[in-house]
């Protein structure tokens, strides 16, 4: 049958997610990679959208939102990771990360045989989503990114003392009652050791 010939990278480059490490620029406690962040947003912002439906009568697809965000930092595959702070740091960096960004998902979704890439289209570039969905999963990168850096400052690493308090100013500023009740809801339990854990229960 004609399929069987088919041949694809495609989750060969996935899987060389876990080489790639965040927050390259900065001393680091414990080590994040993409594919363990990628996890933890997608939880976070499957868990927004269902707190969005269920508490602020919302209507959105949680499942397709957590497929999304498994996928959203995918071109760092080709990429590496850019730090916030480079990234943003001018906009001709800023345009010129984008254009690079555009180029690696191109280059990606040609990985995939012809009848998947309509499928993956919108999994790889995340602007062809609906909006709604681009702001949960946005809000869960922030999310996931300020619990890493309560993370660090747990372990005495004050190297991300500025990006936490950024991300938690960000985080605010987003203003989405979903967040809000997450943040209140979850993450103060984060900061709590196995021990602690148990006996909260």
Known sequence: MPHTTIKSSFYAYLSR???????????????????????????????????????????IDANAIATAALYHDITEVITGDLPTPIKYHSPAILDAYKHIEQQAETE???LLPDALQDDFRPLIKHEQLPEQHQQIIKAADKISAYLKCQAELKAGNTEFEIAAEQLAKNI???????????????VPSCGLTLDGLMQTN
């Open 17 to 59: 997610l876990r080489w790639i490490k965040r927050w390259g620029l900065k001393r680091n406690a414990h080590a994040e990679n993409v594919m363990e962040h990628s996890w933890e947003v997608a939880v976070i912002a499957h868990t927004l959208a269902l707190i969005k439906n269920r508490y602020f009568s919302g209507e």
């Open 108 to 110: 990606l979704l040609k």
């Open 172 to 186: 605010h500023d987003l203003k989405q009652p979903e967040v809000i009740f997450f943040m209140r809801a979850f």
